[in-house]
């Protein structure tokens, strides 16, 4: 069975940190674009980061520029969103999803694989 599936959230107080991870099974991730996404309460999805097949490019959303990092690891198939300076704005629920054209992961277009997500609480 083809899937991905995150782990690592959680409650965090403002300020805090969290590292997600997104595994993936019955495929390898080694030639796919990868990125993270979420979706608040209320809101539409949104573009958090993207990788490229090779880890070469990156490219973050504004909103967390400076305080995520994402990066992958090809020989355990799993793509990681470490998270600092976490804010109560970043309270969503965090996916990860595959696809093949970094240019078009941002806007989560033409991904092919979707976890199921991980809920992420920035609250004291």
Request: hydrophobic fraction near 30%; charged fraction near 15%; aromatic fraction near 10%.
């Amino acid at each position: 069975q083809l899937q991905l599936v995150e782990s690592g959230g959680g409650l965090v107080q403002p300020g805090g940190s969290l590292r997600l991870s997104c595994a993936a099974s019955g495929f390898t991730l080694r030639n796919h674009t990868l990125g993270w996404f979420r979706q608040a309460p209320g809101k539409e999805r949104e573009g958090v980061s993207c990788i490229s097949s090779s880890g070469g490019s990156t490219n973050y959303a504004d909103s967390v520029k400076g305080r995520f990092t994402i990066y992958r690891n090809n020989v355990k198939n799993t793509v990681y969103l470490q998270m600092n300076s976490l804010k109560p704005e970043d309270t969503a629920i965090y996916y990860c999803a595959a696809g093949k054209l970094f240019s078009l992961c941002s806007r989560g277009h033409d991904m092919d694989y979707w976890g199921k997500g991980t809920l992420v609480t920035v609250s004291s």
